[in-house]
Protein backbone atom coordinates (compact mmCIF):
# COMPACT_ATOMS: atom_id res chain seq x y z
CA UNK A 1 0.00 0.00 0.00
CA UNK A 2 1.36 3.48 -1.14
CA UNK A 3 1.75 6.22 1.76
CA UNK A 4 2.59 9.67 1.90
CA UNK A 5 5.31 8.63 4.56
CA UNK A 6 7.44 6.52 1.45
CA UNK A 7 9.33 9.73 0.15
CA UNK A 8 8.95 7.84 -3.42
CA UNK A 9 5.34 8.61 -3.29
CA UNK A 10 5.57 12.54 -1.77
CA UNK A 11 5.24 14.10 -5.62
CA UNK A 12 1.68 12.45 -5.48
CA UNK A 13 -1.35 14.74 -5.77
CA UNK A 14 -2.85 12.86 -2.70
CA UNK A 15 0.13 13.31 -0.74
CA UNK A 16 0.87 17.08 -1.88
CA UNK A 17 -2.35 17.94 -0.83
CA UNK A 18 -2.02 16.06 2.35
CA UNK A 19 1.38 18.19 2.93
CA UNK A 20 -0.29 21.09 2.39
CA UNK A 21 -3.02 21.17 4.54
CA UNK A 22 -0.70 20.12 7.34
CA UNK A 23 1.18 23.47 6.72
CA UNK A 24 -1.86 25.37 7.35
CA UNK A 25 -2.62 23.70 10.22
CA UNK A 26 0.15 24.89 11.79
CA UNK A 27 0.70 28.22 10.34
CA UNK A 28 -2.85 28.72 11.73
CA UNK A 29 -1.95 27.48 15.14
CA UNK A 30 1.35 29.56 15.19
CA UNK A 31 -0.76 32.99 14.10
CA UNK A 32 -3.75 31.92 16.99
CA UNK A 33 -1.06 31.88 19.31
CA UNK A 34 0.97 35.16 18.09
CA UNK A 35 -2.01 37.20 17.38
CA UNK A 36 -2.51 38.25 21.03
CA UNK A 37 1.55 38.98 21.67
CA UNK A 38 2.39 42.59 21.77
CA UNK A 39 5.38 44.57 23.33
CA UNK A 40 5.16 48.26 23.59
CA UNK A 41 7.25 50.43 25.11
CA UNK A 42 5.59 53.70 26.17
CA UNK A 43 5.09 56.92 26.14
CA UNK A 44 6.74 57.14 22.89
CA UNK A 45 8.37 60.64 23.34
CA UNK A 46 9.70 62.06 26.45
CA UNK A 47 11.65 65.57 26.78
CA UNK A 48 12.92 66.17 29.80
CA UNK A 49 14.82 69.38 31.68
CA UNK A 50 17.83 69.01 33.27
CA UNK A 51 17.99 70.82 36.17
CA UNK A 52 14.49 71.34 36.47
CA UNK A 53 13.04 69.13 39.99
CA UNK A 54 11.46 66.08 39.24
CA UNK A 55 11.79 66.06 35.66
CA UNK A 56 12.78 61.97 35.52
CA UNK A 57 12.77 59.91 32.86
CA UNK A 58 10.30 56.93 33.39
CA UNK A 59 9.84 53.98 30.15
CA UNK A 60 7.10 51.42 30.19
CA UNK A 61 7.40 48.15 28.59
CA UNK A 62 3.62 46.50 28.48
CA UNK A 63 3.74 42.82 27.17
CA UNK A 64 0.56 40.91 26.46
CA UNK A 65 0.18 36.99 25.58
CA UNK A 66 3.94 36.56 26.68
CA UNK A 67 4.94 34.84 29.62
CA UNK A 68 7.55 36.90 30.42
CA UNK A 69 10.90 35.39 31.79
CA UNK A 70 13.00 38.67 31.53
CA UNK A 71 13.19 42.19 30.43
CA UNK A 72 15.69 43.78 28.86
CA UNK A 73 16.10 47.46 27.88
CA UNK A 74 18.17 48.46 24.97
CA UNK A 75 19.82 52.52 23.81
CA UNK A 76 19.85 51.92 19.69
CA UNK A 77 21.19 48.06 19.38
CA UNK A 78 23.42 48.35 23.09
CA UNK A 79 21.34 46.87 26.14
CA UNK A 80 21.31 49.38 29.30
CA UNK A 81 21.10 48.43 32.66
CA UNK A 82 17.56 48.77 34.77
CA UNK A 83 16.84 48.27 38.25
CA UNK A 84 16.03 44.50 38.08
CA UNK A 85 13.41 45.71 41.23
CA UNK A 86 11.01 46.97 38.26
CA UNK A 87 12.71 45.13 35.14
CA UNK A 88 9.66 46.34 33.45
CA UNK A 89 10.79 49.77 34.05
CA UNK A 90 13.68 52.23 32.74
CA UNK A 91 14.10 54.75 35.19
CA UNK A 92 17.15 57.75 35.05
CA UNK A 93 16.56 60.33 37.56
CA UNK A 94 17.05 64.18 37.04
CA UNK A 95 20.38 64.37 38.67
CA UNK A 96 22.26 61.53 36.65
CA UNK A 97 20.63 62.63 33.25
CA UNK A 98 22.65 63.94 30.98
CA UNK A 99 22.35 64.27 27.26
CA UNK A 100 23.61 61.24 26.18
CA UNK A 101 20.83 59.86 27.46
CA UNK A 102 18.98 61.07 24.65
CA UNK A 103 18.24 58.56 21.98
CA UNK A 104 16.24 55.59 20.52
CA UNK A 105 14.56 53.21 23.78
CA UNK A 106 13.19 49.49 23.02
CA UNK A 107 12.06 47.00 25.41
CA UNK A 108 13.04 42.92 25.01
CA UNK A 109 10.98 40.37 26.57
CA UNK A 110 12.34 36.67 26.52
CA UNK A 111 9.04 34.00 26.86
CA UNK A 112 9.14 31.01 28.68
CA UNK A 113 9.85 29.38 25.67
CA UNK A 114 13.02 31.08 24.97
CA UNK A 115 12.04 33.59 22.48
CA UNK A 116 13.16 36.91 22.16
CA UNK A 117 10.44 39.33 21.21
CA UNK A 118 11.53 43.05 20.97
CA UNK A 119 8.92 46.34 21.30
CA UNK A 120 7.42 46.95 17.70
CA UNK A 121 7.60 50.70 19.04
CA UNK A 122 10.93 52.64 20.23
CA UNK A 123 10.65 55.17 23.03
CA UNK A 124 12.29 58.66 22.33
CA UNK A 125 14.22 60.41 25.12
CA UNK A 126 15.36 63.83 24.43
CA UNK A 127 17.34 65.68 27.39
CA UNK A 128 17.63 69.32 27.26
CA UNK A 129 20.41 71.05 29.28
CA UNK A 130 19.14 73.87 32.01
CA UNK A 131 20.08 76.48 30.08
CA UNK A 132 17.32 76.30 27.53
CA UNK A 133 14.86 77.86 30.14
CA UNK A 134 14.98 81.61 30.22
CA UNK A 135 13.96 82.12 33.40
CA UNK A 136 15.93 84.28 35.45
CA UNK A 137 15.50 84.50 39.18
CA UNK A 138 15.53 87.30 40.62
CA UNK A 139 14.11 89.50 37.64
CA UNK A 140 14.85 93.28 38.41
CA UNK A 141 12.59 96.19 37.22
CA UNK A 142 12.97 100.04 37.65
CA UNK A 143 10.13 101.26 39.59
CA UNK A 144 7.59 103.22 37.29
CA UNK A 145 8.86 101.09 34.30
CA UNK A 146 7.11 98.66 32.07
CA UNK A 147 8.56 94.88 31.85
CA UNK A 148 7.45 91.50 30.41
CA UNK A 149 9.13 88.62 33.00
CA UNK A 150 10.66 85.81 31.03
CA UNK A 151 10.05 82.09 31.17
CA UNK A 152 10.40 80.05 27.96
CA UNK A 153 12.11 77.51 26.70
CA UNK A 154 13.86 77.65 23.36
CA UNK A 155 15.31 74.13 22.35
CA UNK A 156 14.68 73.70 18.61
CA UNK A 157 10.92 72.11 18.05
CA UNK A 158 9.57 72.57 21.68
CA UNK A 159 6.31 74.67 20.90
CA UNK A 160 5.61 75.83 24.56
CA UNK A 161 2.61 77.95 26.21
CA UNK A 162 3.00 79.67 29.30
CA UNK A 163 0.81 80.61 31.82
CA UNK A 164 1.36 82.72 34.81
CA UNK A 165 -0.16 83.06 38.78
CA UNK A 166 1.15 85.01 41.18
CA UNK A 167 2.00 84.75 44.88
CA UNK A 168 0.24 81.95 46.19
CA UNK A 169 -2.73 81.81 43.23
CA UNK A 170 -3.04 78.43 41.74
CA UNK A 171 -5.28 80.24 38.53
CA UNK A 172 -2.86 80.32 35.95
CA UNK A 173 -3.95 83.08 33.19
CA UNK A 174 -1.92 84.20 30.12
CA UNK A 175 -0.67 88.25 30.43
CA UNK A 176 0.07 88.02 34.42
CA UNK A 177 3.85 88.80 33.02
CA UNK A 178 3.10 91.86 31.83
CA UNK A 179 3.61 94.92 34.83
CA UNK A 180 3.21 98.36 33.19
CA UNK A 181 3.93 100.79 34.93
CA UNK A 182 5.71 98.58 37.98
CA UNK A 183 4.58 99.29 40.95
CA UNK A 184 5.44 98.28 44.33
CA UNK A 185 3.06 95.68 44.96
CA UNK A 186 4.00 94.50 41.89
CA UNK A 187 7.25 92.68 44.03
CA UNK A 188 6.31 89.50 44.67
CA UNK A 189 7.08 85.75 43.18
CA UNK A 190 5.69 84.48 40.34
CA UNK A 191 5.34 81.49 39.30
CA UNK A 192 5.35 80.41 35.15
CA UNK A 193 3.44 77.05 33.65
CA UNK A 194 5.36 75.87 30.70
CA UNK A 195 2.92 73.41 28.78
CA UNK A 196 4.00 71.40 25.54
CA UNK A 197 1.05 71.69 22.78
CA UNK A 198 2.31 68.41 21.49
CA UNK A 199 1.54 66.54 24.86
CA UNK A 200 5.59 65.42 24.71
CA UNK A 201 6.26 67.22 27.61
CA UNK A 202 4.69 67.29 30.97
CA UNK A 203 3.85 70.38 32.42
CA UNK A 204 6.29 71.86 34.90
CA UNK A 205 6.48 75.25 37.25
CA UNK A 206 8.94 77.41 37.20
CA UNK A 207 9.34 79.88 40.49
CA UNK A 208 10.40 83.64 39.57
CA UNK A 209 11.20 86.05 42.01
CA UNK A 210 10.81 89.69 41.13
CA UNK A 211 12.45 92.31 42.53
CA UNK A 212 12.14 96.54 42.08
CA UNK A 213 15.45 98.09 41.34
CA UNK A 214 15.65 102.51 42.11
CA UNK A 215 17.98 104.52 40.21
CA UNK A 216 20.17 106.61 42.93
CA UNK A 217 19.71 109.97 43.45
CA UNK A 218 20.62 112.04 45.91
CA UNK A 219 17.83 113.37 47.92
CA UNK A 220 19.97 115.27 50.65
CA UNK A 221 23.10 116.38 49.80
CA UNK A 222 25.05 117.69 53.10
CA UNK A 223 25.02 120.97 53.89
CA UNK A 224 27.21 123.85 53.30
CA UNK A 225 28.72 124.60 56.65
CA UNK A 226 29.39 121.85 59.47
CA UNK A 227 30.97 123.18 62.85
CA UNK A 228 31.63 120.91 65.51
CA UNK A 229 34.18 121.17 68.71
CA UNK A 230 37.09 119.51 69.35
CA UNK A 231 35.33 116.71 71.60
CA UNK A 232 32.35 115.84 69.32
CA UNK A 233 32.92 112.32 69.26
CA UNK A 234 30.55 110.50 67.02
CA UNK A 235 29.78 113.42 64.41
CA UNK A 236 29.15 112.67 61.49
CA UNK A 237 28.13 113.69 57.75
CA UNK A 238 25.41 112.01 56.07
CA UNK A 239 24.01 112.08 52.67
CA UNK A 240 20.47 110.90 51.56
CA UNK A 241 20.13 108.89 48.32
CA UNK A 242 17.20 106.59 46.91
CA UNK A 243 18.07 103.18 46.70
CA UNK A 244 16.85 99.93 49.10
CA UNK A 245 18.44 96.92 50.77
CA UNK A 246 19.40 94.21 48.48
CA UNK A 247 20.24 96.70 45.16
CA UNK A 248 23.30 96.12 43.98
CA UNK A 249 24.65 99.74 44.72
CA UNK A 250 28.17 100.70 45.31
CA UNK A 251 28.75 103.87 47.69
CA UNK A 252 32.36 105.36 47.16
CA UNK A 253 33.86 107.88 48.95
CA UNK A 254 37.16 109.54 47.80
CA UNK A 255 39.53 112.64 49.73
CA UNK A 256 41.60 114.30 47.21
CA UNK A 257 41.09 111.57 44.47
CA UNK A 258 41.58 108.43 46.80
CA UNK A 259 39.12 105.89 47.72
CA UNK A 260 38.05 105.72 51.57
CA UNK A 261 38.59 102.02 52.84
CA UNK A 262 35.28 101.47 54.94
CA UNK A 263 37.07 102.34 57.90
CA UNK A 264 40.14 104.22 59.18
CA UNK A 265 41.97 106.48 61.66
CA UNK A 266 39.67 108.12 62.83
CA UNK A 267 36.45 107.69 60.89
CA UNK A 268 33.64 104.93 59.48
CA UNK A 269 31.65 104.77 56.48
CA UNK A 270 28.13 103.44 57.42
CA UNK A 271 25.13 102.68 55.21
CA UNK A 272 21.81 102.24 56.55
CA UNK A 273 18.44 101.88 54.92
CA UNK A 274 14.73 103.51 55.29
CA UNK A 275 12.92 100.74 53.32
CA UNK A 276 9.07 102.59 53.77
CA UNK A 277 10.72 105.52 51.98
CA UNK A 278 13.20 103.57 49.63
CA UNK A 279 15.74 105.97 50.54
CA UNK A 280 19.47 104.68 51.93
CA UNK A 281 21.67 106.94 53.86
CA UNK A 282 25.51 107.03 53.55
CA UNK A 283 27.78 108.53 56.54
CA UNK A 284 31.38 109.31 57.30
CA UNK A 285 31.17 109.03 61.25
CA UNK A 286 34.29 110.56 63.33
CA UNK A 287 35.34 107.72 65.63
CA UNK A 288 38.29 109.81 67.40
CA UNK A 289 37.32 112.24 70.89
CA UNK A 290 39.26 115.58 68.94
CA UNK A 291 39.03 115.91 65.15
CA UNK A 292 42.61 115.70 63.32
CA UNK A 293 43.77 118.18 60.28
CA UNK A 294 43.77 114.81 58.44
CA UNK A 295 40.52 115.78 57.25
CA UNK A 296 41.12 118.52 55.25
CA UNK A 297 40.77 117.93 51.53
CA UNK A 298 38.16 117.94 48.59
CA UNK A 299 35.78 115.44 48.78
CA UNK A 300 33.24 113.23 46.37
CA UNK A 301 30.67 110.44 46.75
CA UNK A 302 29.67 108.26 44.11
CA UNK A 303 27.49 105.73 44.50
CA UNK A 304 26.46 103.27 41.10
CA UNK A 305 23.73 100.70 40.98
CA UNK A 306 25.56 98.15 38.94
CA UNK A 307 21.97 96.59 37.93
CA UNK A 308 21.85 96.77 34.42
CA UNK A 309 18.09 96.91 34.11
CA UNK A 310 18.92 100.84 34.63
CA UNK A 311 20.04 103.06 31.59
CA UNK A 312 23.42 103.73 31.99
CA UNK A 313 22.89 107.30 32.37
CA UNK A 314 20.80 106.81 35.25
CA UNK A 315 22.95 104.24 37.37
CA UNK A 316 25.50 106.74 38.97
CA UNK A 317 24.87 109.79 41.33
CA UNK A 318 27.48 112.40 42.71
CA UNK A 319 27.47 114.91 45.14
CA UNK A 320 30.83 116.91 46.03
CA UNK A 321 31.90 119.04 49.27
CA UNK A 322 35.38 119.80 50.80
CA UNK A 323 36.59 120.68 54.61
CA UNK A 324 38.24 122.92 56.03
CA UNK A 325 39.67 122.43 59.77
CA UNK A 326 40.33 125.14 61.77
CA UNK A 327 42.50 124.93 65.38
CA UNK A 328 45.22 122.68 66.08
CA UNK A 329 42.92 119.58 66.88
CA UNK A 330 45.50 118.18 69.43
CA UNK A 331 44.45 115.29 71.15
CA UNK A 332 43.75 116.70 75.26
CA UNK A 333 44.32 120.14 74.03
CA UNK A 334 41.29 121.62 75.48
CA UNK A 335 41.29 123.80 72.46
CA UNK A 336 38.39 124.01 70.26
CA UNK A 337 38.28 122.76 66.73
CA UNK A 338 35.75 123.88 63.95
CA UNK A 339 35.86 122.63 60.06
CA UNK A 340 34.08 124.24 57.61
CA UNK A 341 32.30 122.09 53.77
CA UNK A 342 32.12 124.03 51.51
Not at 21 to 49: D, H, K, M
Not at 121 to 145: C, D, F, H, K, M
Amino acid sequence: MKTCRDPRNLASSRCWRSSLLLLLVVLETCLRWTAGQTVTVSPSNVIAIRGVDGHDFTKFCSVTGISVMEFQWLKGEEVVETDTTAPGHYFISNAEMTADNSGQYYCRVKGSDGTLTESHNAGRLTVLENEVIVAPSPQYAVLGSSIELQCAITAEGVTIIDRWAVGDDTNFEAGLNVLSPVEMGDERMYTCRLHDENMEMDDFDVNIDFRITVPPLILTPPESLYTFTDDAFQSSISIGYSGREGDTSVVEWRKDGETLATSGEGYEIQTSYSPADLMATTSLVFTDTYLSRSFEGAYDVVITNENDVIPVAERTARTSFSISVTGQGEKYSGRKTTFTIQ
